[in-house]
């Protein structure tokens, strides 16, 4: 498993912007695809965006297609999360996961996940 480490949540108003970070321990980007999710008081984990392990391509939930963006720097082994047009509902933890293979909605198929950060919108 690798360490990730996500930064960048904090409190917005809505209709505004934020970038979340997730930082890997070791040069895994290139070899790993890299996933976040959020999770809301009292809802079930989410999943919000994907990316493959070149980079080539990308998944995204509906709630946020249009709105965020995910990207990676592999020397720099880190995966980013472009929040734009942030609405109320958008307020969760979000954490980033990475996992071997093809990417994945689903939560369990990812091996190695980060604590979270969390990003409240405020309306």
């Known amino acids: 498993q690798v360490q990730l480490v996500e930064s960048g949540g904090g409190l917005v108003q809505a209709g505004g912007s934020l970038r979340l970070s997730c930082a890997a321990s070791?040069?895994?980007?290139?070899?790993?695809?890299m996933g976040w999710f959020r999770q809301s008081p009292g809802k079930e984990r989410e999943f919000v965006a994907a990316?493959?392990?070149?980079?080539?391509?990308?998944l995204y939930a509906d709630s946020v297609k249009g709105r965020f963006t995910i990207s990676k720097d592999n020397p720099k082994n880190t995966v980013y999360l472009q929040m734009n047009s942030l609405k109320s509902e958008d307020t969760a933890v979000y954490s980033c996961?990475?996992?071997?293979?093809?990417?994945?909605?689903?939560?369990?198929?990812?091996?190695?996940w980060g604590q979270g950060t969390q990003v409240t919108v405020s309306s």
């Open positions: 996961a990475a996992k071997r293979g093809g990417y994945s909605r689903t939560y369990d198929d990812y091996s190695s």
């Open positions: 990316m493959s392990w070149n980079g080539v391509s990308t």
């Open positions: 070791e040069r895994t980007l290139t070899f790993y695809t």
